[in-house]
């Protein structure tokens, strides 16, 4: 088999969805005690971190990553008992059904959120609700079969993350501070490509493909300020331990 050379741009519309599939390897990188990155391409990320009755999965990255996160979990010696998405874009929600299939729906509870709903459709309702911005909504959106079993809301504690409302990004965006040890498991509200870069302004060698309100994405930037965030677990990145010196730094690069 040939070489294929990936783009941010094939990512956020969907290239590996159902038309390319690749055994691809996925790397694990320690997050902090409870937690584990893993990575495909070098550029996609979805997190374990620990529970007392085992893992919660958040994100589910690429189509056909299923066989490798459940080899991860089994690894790393405990079950998968909760996926839990961010967003719906599709190197997010891509191995979704195929988990659940795997692990059986109703042993393992799908955690989103209502405004999350028309967009997880297939085909995605990209109506935009009253109050936000007026753009169009962008990225690949393929839409799951799954329907969660449980809808989250600002404030809530989901085991041992505080669910905070992060769109900008995307309608209907989330965030998740792991309250043990101040990681913010942060999807595509920030990235951290090089340094922590605010959604809408990334480093020049990353194209903006998927940032439906930049202003937006702003707003929740310096709401997270309010939060006390030791390091950022990014979509996009490695882990970055900057804190919020770090995040103060990125909102400061959006008005330049």
């Given at each position: 088999?040939?070489?294929?050379?990936v783009t941010?741009?094939?990512?956020s519309n969907?290239v590996?969805t159902?038309?390319?599939?690749?055994?691809?390897?996925?790397?694990?990188?320690?997050?902090?005690?409870?937690?584990?990155?893993l990575?495909?391409?070098g550029?996609v990320?979805?997190?374990?971190v620990?529970?007392t009755?085992g893992f919660?999965?958040?994100?589910?990255n690429?189509?056909?990553?299923?066989?490798?996160?459940?080899?991860?979990?089994?690894?790393?010696?405990?079950?998968?008992?909760?996926?839990?998405?961010?967003h719906?874009?599709?190197?997010?929600?891509?191995s979704?059904d195929?988990l659940?299939?795997?692990?059986?729906?109703t042993?393992?509870e799908?955690?989103?959120?209502?405004r999350?709903?028309p967009?997880l459709q297939?085909?995605?309702?990209k109506?935009l609700?009253p109050?936000e911005?007026?753009?169009?909504?962008?990225?690949?959106?393929p839409?799951?079969?799954a329907?969660?079993?449980?809808?989250?809301?600002?404030?809530?504690l989901?085991?041992?993350?505080?669910?905070?409302e992060?769109?900008g990004?995307i309608?209907?965006?989330l965030?998740f501070?792991?309250?043990?040890d101040?990681t913010?498991?942060?999807?595509?509200?920030?990235?951290?490509?090089?340094?922590?870069?605010?959604?809408?302004?990334?480093?020049?060698?990353?194209?903006?493909?998927g940032?439906?309100?930049?202003?937006?994405?702003?707003?929740?930037a310096?709401?997270?300020?309010?939060?006390?965030?030791?390091?950022?677990?990014?979509?996009?990145?490695a882990i970055?331990?900057?804190?919020?010196?770090?995040?103060?730094?990125?909102i400061?690069?959006?008005?330049?």
């Amino acid at each position: 088999m040939g070489k294929y050379y990936v783009t941010p741009g094939d990512l956020s519309n969907g290239v590996f969805t159902d038309t390319l599939r690749i055994k691809l390897t996925m790397k694990t990188t320690p997050v902090a005690a409870n937690a584990f990155q893993l990575t495909r391409l070098g550029l996609v990320n979805c997190y374990l971190v620990r529970e007392t009755d085992g893992f919660t999965l958040i994100d589910a990255n690429l189509s056909n990553s299923h066989d490798d996160i459940l080899a991860a979990a089994k690894t790393l010696g405990a079950p998968i008992r909760r996926i839990l998405l961010t967003h719906a874009h599709v190197d997010h929600v891509g191995s979704v059904d195929a988990l659940l299939a795997k692990l059986g729906p109703t042993q393992v509870e799908f955690a989103s959120n209502t405004r999350s709903l028309p967009l997880l459709q297939k085909p995605p309702d990209k109506s935009l609700q009253p109050g936000e911005s007026n753009e169009e909504i962008r990225g690949g959106l393929p839409g799951i079969d799954a329907r969660p079993t449980r809808l989250l809301t600002e404030g809530e504690l989901y085991g041992s993350l505080l669910v905070i409302e992060t769109p900008g990004h995307i309608p209907g965006h989330l965030s998740f501070l792991d309250q043990r040890d101040g990681t913010l498991y942060a999807g595509d509200a920030v990235a951290s490509l090089g340094h922590v870069t605010v959604s809408g302004y990334p480093p020049w060698f990353f194209p903006n493909v998927g940032t439906w309100s930049k202003s937006t994405a702003v707003a929740t930037a310096n709401k997270l300020l309010a939060y006390p965030i030791e390091r950022f677990a990014c979509g996009h990145g490695a882990i970055n331990n900057g804190g919020i010196p770090a995040l103060r730094a990125a909102i400061a690069r959006t008005t330049r």
